[in-house]
């Protein structure tokens, strides 16, 4: 059975199917409107389908808070004191049962709309993968749709204790909570009481969360007694171990095909190691996607927690975006991949998501051009899935000051906003590209190519070469600004050559005899280099590609990809 690479696409719906070209920072959702779970339609997934989509992440589905209700629907409104944005934050849970009402368009039938959405997706040949948000919950979690038989976070702890195995939060016991003036400032007349006070999110344990905390969440408590010597409490199974669990179990029966697992690297590994194994008894295809950040824990949460994947943003997209922007030398990504200590088909690769900064913003390339043989890389460099983010393929920038969220090169994920430059591709839902300009065009184009590289038997399925030993910075080869590296398996032979360089380069790329001892491919003997996809073709000696290289152009912020066939 062919192996297919992930290729997933993420989006915000209430982003991406927000027609309004005319938004006002701050404004609320009749004013600013939001995207539905309709506004992703059948066109819309079939174009997505089209760039090599084989994962679709929706982004906010799972309810969470936000300050504007619908008390008619028996959804009351939210204290924007403890509430980021008036669209809330996607990562500050409500109901771990419930969707976003935001996305409906009646919100009575809102599981309904989320569902029939599911099934669009799937009848267009994509798997659906949603957020799981294990470590933290808004602070005025409250479920009113959970199952028969399930009861709330919280309801049965004992809150006199600052620590139990038994409870579901942390306790700051007879504290208030004392929200910093920064946060009251911003709300003078509006008042928010929790008695006692709860950990937050971001493993604060203090009554007095500060502006830049997490302080909307409440910190979750999986048997960890943080406050003595990070004392683990696992026998018997705490109870929000089964807490979670049966949310998976949940949203796993509706048809969801992965999560996409929130900072799951401040949730023990032992307890990854328990639920995927429940979870994978009943559901052995669903997978597992972590966003873990300390490099020094992807060998436990792979080998123990069991996940399928893990983000690689302190590696290779730090790395890239570093050669991208000329603050680091193309020949360190070599040193990226060496420190994964062969966990390299784990990664999810990116070079945006929703934390992160816009290619096409001045923090990051300003010309999103620049980054496509980052891209390449992203996509090419081993079996591990990639990832674009919505209007990465037409720059969007992130640049506009929509409320919560500052001009810093990000897509608010807090207020009801736009996406200008994919709006236009989206043209009032006809999803046919016509106001995109004809740089934009290309842009996608470019992207479209490049991802349906994934598929290819090499990369798919292949070995990775690292040829940059064998070709060192000197005249006819710049390892400041170039990288090359082979991809392999029995079926295809691929080189593959990136430039980060503001300028066309004249190469001559070496291959020693040791790849092509890698490759199988018997020496000494003639070569032939197909450009893929064009019907360009060099040919050469073994021993001249090994001594001499090969002789090539390369333009500009581009990349080149040949097959390798041997002539005899």
Request: charged share 20%; net charge negative.
């Amino acid at each position: 059975m062919k192996n297919i690479k992930l290729i997933i696409y993420q989006l915000l719906p209430r982003l991406f199917g927000n027609k309004n070209t005319n938004p006002i920072a701050n404004g609320s959702r009749d004013q600013n409107s939001c995207g539905k779970f309709n506004d992703i339609s059948t066109k819309a997934l079939q174009e997505i389908k089209k760039l090599g989509v084989t994962h679709i992440w929706y982004t906010g589905i799972i309810e969470h808070a936000i300050s504007e209700g619908y008390p008619e629907a028996g959804i009351p409104n939210g204290n924007p004191l403890v509430i980021k944005g008036k669209a809330g934050s996607p990562y500050a849970i409500k109901d771990y049962y419930d969707v976003n009402p935001d996305l409906a368009i009646n919100v009575n039938h809102r599981m309904q709309e989320f569902e029939d959405l599911l099934h669009r997706s799937h009848e267009n040949g994509m798997k659906v993968i949603i957020d799981f948000v294990p470590n933290h919950l808004a602070r005025e979690y409250h479920s009113d749709a959970k199952p028969n038989g399930i009861s709330d976070f919280g309801s049965n702890d004992d809150s006199s204790m600052a620590f139990s195995p038994t409870n579901n939060f942390y306790y700051m016991p007879h504290q208030h909570l004392h929200l910093s003036n920064e946060i009251r400032n911003r709300f003078p007349k509006i008042d928010y009481q929790e008695y006692p006070a709860k950990a937050t999110g971001n493993d604060q344990f203090s009554d007095h969360p500060q502006l830049n905390d997490w302080y909307e969440t409440v910190k979750l408590n999986y048997g960890v007694d943080y406050l003595n010597n990070h004392s683990k409490h696992f026998d018997p199974i705490p109870n929000t171990w089964f807490k979670m669990k049966d949310i998976l179990i949940y949203w796993a029966k509706k048809g969801i095909d992965a999560f996409r697992c929130d900072m799951a690297e401040m949730v023990p590994v032992e307890f990854w190691q328990w639920v995927i194994q429940e979870v994978k008894s009943q559901f052995p295809d669903i997978l597992f996607i972590a966003e873990v950040y300390n490099p020094y824990l992807y060998e436990s949460y792979i080998k123990i927690g069991k996940f399928d994947y893990l983000y690689d943003k302190v590696g290779l997209y730090d790395t890239l975006k570093a050669v991208i922007r000329g603050e680091r030398p193309a020949r360190d990504i070599t040193q990226s991949w060496q420190s994964l200590h062969n966990l390299d088909d784990y990664m999810l690769q990116f070079m945006e998501n929703h934390d992160e900064q816009r290619i096409a913003s001045p923090y990051f390339a300003t010309d999103p051009f620049k980054a496509l043989p980052g891209m390449v890389l992203s996509v090419c460099i081993n079996k591990g899935a990639a990832l674009l983010y919505s209007g990465q393929e037409f720059g969007e920038t992130g640049m506009e000051k929509s409320g919560y969220s500052e001009a810093d090169g990000r897509s608010t994920i807090f207020d009801y906003w736009n996406l200008p430059e994919h709006q236009k591709w989206m043209n009032d839902g006809k999803f046919d590209g016509k106001l995109l300009s004809t740089p934009q065009k290309n842009l996608q184009n470019a992207y479209r190519e490049i991802l349906n590289y994934a598929q290819l038997p090499a990369i798919a399925e292949g070995s990775f070469y690292d040829i940059m030993w064998q070709n060192t910075n000197s005249e006819i080869f710049n390892s400041e600004t170039v990288y090359a590296f082979l991809r392999h398996c029995s079926s295809q032979k691929l080189l593959i050559i990136c430039s980060f360089d503001n300028k066309p380069q004249h190469l001559q790329i070496k291959i020693p005899a040791h790849a092509l001892d890698a490759l199988k491919i018997a020496h000494p003997t003639k070569l032939r280099f197909n450009k893929i996809h064009t019907n360009t073709n060099l040919e050469l000696s073994s021993n001249e590609l090994s001594e001499k290289g090969l002789d090539l152009d390369i333009s500009a912020h581009h990349y080149l990809i040949f097959e390798i066939q041997d002539c005899i």
